[in-house]
């Protein structure tokens, strides 16, 4: 029978735990005990069958700003309004190197983001994620609504006067 030995813990004096080798072939449930787990997050020992500690997860990488489905317009939108980076940047309170790359569309933007520009410019949110024309577009549409909305309606069964111009 082939010994095993792992690390476990003993009462040296008042100052914690001490570790040093055990012979566990007499007890094969002893890997999944608690006196485990007590090892393992006192000790900090990393063992290749390790469960209770696992290791730092990988970082996934981000898709590239130009490679996203949704753009945003921040830069022709601050242009609409007259704005330049440097204008950004002291209204933004945002450092030179953040507001250049989010300008030039090399740095994924947040809904943070989204929310301080969009302030900045007087704009809405969604607006960002659209181009100014179209933005400029749905902002006459819901203008032409509004309007409507608020005429009021002819009376019931009164005639409607059409003047034709010749």
Aim: aromatic residues 8%.
């Amino acid at each position: 029978m082939t010994r095993k030995h792992v690390l476990a813990p003993t009462l040296a004096d008042s100052e914690g735990f001490h570790v040093h080798r055990r012979d566990t072939s007499d007890n094969p449930t002893f890997e999944s005990s608690a006196i485990r787990r007590i090892i393992d997050a006192d000790t900090n020992v990393h063992l290749p069958d390790n469960r209770y500690m696992s290791e730092k997860p990988t970082k996934r990488s981000s898709t590239p700003p130009d490679q996203l489905r949704h753009s945003w317009y921040f830069a022709e939108h601050a242009m609409e309004h007259g704005f330049r980076q440097a204008d950004a940047e002291r209204a933004l309170g945002w450092p030179r190197g953040k507001i250049n790359a989010l300008w030039n569309g090399k740095q994924r933007y947040t809904q943070e983001t989204v929310d301080q520009v969009s302030s900045w410019l007087g704009i809405e949110p969604f607006e960002l994620l659209m181009r100014p024309a179209e933005a400029a577009a749905i902002k006459q549409l819901r203008a032409a609504a509004r309007m409507i909305a608020s005429t009021p309606s002819p009376k019931a069964g009164s005639p409607v006067r059409r003047t034709v111009q010749t």
